[in-house]
């Protein structure tokens, strides 16, 4: 075979190559269109019902934009992104959510003919550990199972979308595999900050361990690429722009209550507290004020101690004054939840929780809305590692106008809480235990509770669609 055949050869060769692979990449972004969102369902994710919608209206409805929003975590856990699809799908934006579906979305989700969720794959049980050292041969499988499975529904199950809104963190592989799939898509890339992801790595791993180090840069390289960012704090975009010098917009999009919560009626309170499982054997105490209802929700995670409540709560039984009891209310999931199950039977046990009855449970989105709204007293554990996030639970507390005692060291905190106005904030286990026996003991407590509830009523009064309108609303087109 002579040269020019072996040239030829290889021309044909290579352009073979290059058109497979320029016909396997995902399709690009070429503006709205007016084609009907896909009437099919795959058996691994719910498509938006059009049963209601005119078959005509069906083929030509032309959408604002298109959005495609990624919390690789679990949809219904995930509030602040559920809000997002729902606003967005609300002002007439085509809208794709992708996560983990393992727990009920909210039902305005469900029922919005303009979004759809493509559920992601969990990865294998045996890949998922709290183990330190499983967890450093286990999660490099791990990000190579949600690197695959992201890349297959954002490049090639979803329509390509004009914007693409990445919850971070999770960092590792997220922001990657947005950003490689935004250039070839000709997709807009917006990151929306909850916290910094390196500084939770920090809380299992330490903050010398150079895995940590690996993310702190990565998630700083990828931060400055976006064309823009959301943050949940001010003092977290004040960050960004100047310890990441993320050029692009950094724009504060505080988290607020959603609609459903609310301050409840004492008609409507009466009639939950006696068929809410958790509170039914003690509602009539509850209504006399023989006992007060506490409701705190978690994760269950490392950045959330809940000790400090245990060990509080042992404080206050152990009182020398007339207290109430407390019924203590503890919703969520997570990984330290059997922990600290144990740790409270033992504490029942020695008999050193005579004045609090702490009991956990995992409501839907009504009950929980309503839960908050017929407590006393909210109580947040969220400890920031990076001292620039808010933890959520306390803005659904306020949307229902409930007052709030929280950890209060860090940064943020003022933000969303104003001493002695909607909340009190403690440093450690003595001074959570002291706030419990003020706001609690009679009559002077009820005084000072009182009006910590009206300045939760104010505060809670700001909405999420308030804040959405003029900031994410705007920035994607869907309002002017």
Not at 308 to 328: E, G
Request: overall charge positive; hydrophobic content about 40%; some cysteine.
């Amino acid at each position: 075979m002579g040269v020019i055949d072996i040239l030829l050869a290889g021309a044909v060769l290579g352009s073979t190559a290059l058109c497979i692979l320029l016909f396997l990449l995902p399709s690009q972004y070429r503006g709205e269109s007016a084609r009907a969102r896909p009437q099919t369902a795959s058996p691994h994710s719910r498509r938006a019902s059009t049963d209601n919608v005119p078959p005509h209206d069906a083929e030509t409805k032309v959408f604002k934009t298109s959005v495609q929003i990624v919390v690789l975590g679990d949809i219904g856990r995930s509030p602040r992104m559920q809000y997002h699809a729902m606003s967005a799908g609300k002002h007439g934006a085509r809208v794709d959510l992708i996560g983990y579906k393992e727990s009920d979305p909210h039902p305005d989700l469900l029922a919005d003919p303009n979004i759809s969720i493509m559920p992601i794959p969990p990865s294998p049980a045996a890949l998922r550990t709290e183990n330190r050292w499983m967890f450093m041969v286990c999660a490099p499988l791990k990000v190579l199972w949600q690197v695959w499975h992201l890349w297959h529904i954002l490049g090639y199950r979803s329509r390509p979308a004009r914007w693409l809104l990445v919850q971070n963190p999770p960092s590792i592989p997220t922001l990657a595999v947005a950003h490689a799939l935004c250039f070839l898509r000709n997709t807009c890339l917006i990151i929306d900050w909850h916290n910094f992801g390196w500084t939770i790595l920090a809380l299992k791993l330490g903050q010398s361990h150079p895995l940590v180090s690996f993310a702190r840069r990565y998630e700083r390289y990828f931060g400055r690429l976006a064309t823009a960012n959301f943050c949940v704090t001010r003092v977290m975009a004040q960050t960004l722009r100047d310890g990441y010098h993320v050029p692009s917009p950094t724009l504060t999009l505080h988290d607020r209550p959603a609609a459903h919560f609310q301050p409840l009626t004492r008609e409507v309170r009466d009639d939950f507290l006696k068929r809410c499982s958790v509170t039914k054997d003690h509602a009539a105490a509850i209504d006399s004020r023989e006992t007060r209802l506490v409701v705190s929700s978690t994760s269950w995670t490392a950045d959330e101690d809940f000790s400090l409540l245990l060990d509080a709560l042992v404080l206050y039984s152990a009182a020398d004054r007339h207290l109430p009891r407390l019924l203590v209310v503890i919703t969520g999931k997570g990984p330290q939840k059997g922990y600290y199950l144990d740790l409270i039977t033992r504490l029942n046990v020695e008999g050193k929780l005579k004045r609090a009855i702490v009991v956990t449970t995992w409501l839907s989105i009504s009950d929980y809305a309503s839960l908050l709204g017929s407590a006393d007293l909210g109580v947040s554990l969220h400890v920031s590692s990076s001292g620039l996030d808010l933890p959520m639970k306390v803005v659904d507390m306020l949307g229902a106008a409930l007052p709030v005692v929280g950890w209060n060291r860090f940064r943020a905190w003022s933000e969303l809480v104003t001493e002695g106005v909607n909340g009190r904030g403690f440093g450690d286990v003595g001074q959570l235990a002291e706030i419990l026996e003020e706001l609690f003991q009679q009559p002077e407590g009820a005084t000072e509770l009182s009006r910590l509830k009206r300045g939760a009523l104010t505060e809670g009064q700001k909405r999420w669609d308030d804040v959405w309108y003029p900031v994410a609303g705007r920035l994607l087109g869907v309002c002017d």
